[in-house]
């Protein structure tokens, strides 16, 4: 088992940046890919990107999100600029052991709770 939990969330401007974190325990041996989903209130889960040794980035956040990770701390991290009121969401952490196969959010073995992202104008 692996259990997430994100951090980082929190209320910005428009253009504003966020940094978000989200670190991995328990069973964290193997090499994970980890993603980066959000929510918006009243509209489906979204993938912004992913990394296992690469990173895919959604293109419609392409250029102000990035996704890095730090395996020595078990942390992957979710870099967002030029934010806007339209990021605003839940975004959430997941993971599955192995090579990233998909964007889909069933593909994902493991959740964490979520933090969220308000943006305002």
């Known amino acids: 088992q692996v259990q997430l939990v994100e951090s980082g969330g929190g209320s910005v401007q428009a253009g504003g940046s966020l940094r978000l974190s989200c670190v991995a325990s328990?069973?964290?041996?193997?090499?994970?890919?980890t993603a980066w989903f959000r929510q918006a209130p009243g509209k489906e889960r979204e993938e912004i990107g992913m990394?296992?040794?690469?990173?895919w980035i959604a293109d419609s956040v392409k250029g102000r999100f990035t996704i890095s990770r730090d395996d020595a701390k078990n942390t992957a991290y979710l870099q967002m600029d030029s934010l806007k009121p339209e990021d605003t969401g839940m975004y959430y952490c997941?993971?599955?052991?192995?090579?990233?196969?998909?964007?889909?959010?069933?593909?994902?073995?493991?959740w964490g709770h979520g933090t969220q992202v308000t943006v305002s104008t």
């Open positions: 990394t296992y040794t690469g990173v």
């Open positions: 328990g069973n964290t041996a193997s090499r994970r890919c």
């Open positions: 997941a993971a599955r052991v192995g090579l990233c196969v998909s964007s889909h959010a069933a593909d994902f073995t493991y």
